[in-house]
């Protein structure tokens, strides 16, 4: 199975061997244990409701070059009944950042 994994600005910031995606939105949703804490963080005040996932929490990454990129990626920390198989996994700002399959 194919490791994917997350770059910003070629800084590593997620990879896993797997992830969720959502068709409807084609976004994948990466398992929390895969996320670089030190570089993302779950700090952000940005909110936005889906009406089928619920509400979602921003993180912000900080970077090594000490530039901070705000709402990076988002989560559904507790998501409606339909979206409970992406609770607490991460996804990504496609326009942000770049996807590796490897």
């Keep these: 199975m194919p490791t994917i994994s997350v770059t910003l600005n070629t800084v590593p910031i ?3 061997d797997s992830s969720k995606v959502v068709s409807v939105e084609g976004n994948h949703y990466f398992p929390p244990d895969s996320i670089n804490t030190d570089i993302l963080k779950l ?3 940005t909110q936005t409701v889906c009406g089928w996932k619920g509400t979602a929490a921003y ?3 900080h970077m090594p070059t000490g530039v901070l990129v705000k709402d990076v ?3 559904y920390p507790t998501p409606k ?3 409970a198989n992406i609770k607490q996994h991460v996804a990504f700002y ?3 950042v770049e996807f590796k399959e490897e």
């Design 14 to 16: 997620a990879s896993a």
């Design 43 to 45: 700090e952000s005040d």
């Design 59 to 61: 993180y912000n990454a």
């Design 73 to 75: 990626a988002w989560v």
């Design 81 to 83: 009944e339909k979206a």
């Design 94 to 96: 496609k326009n942000l």
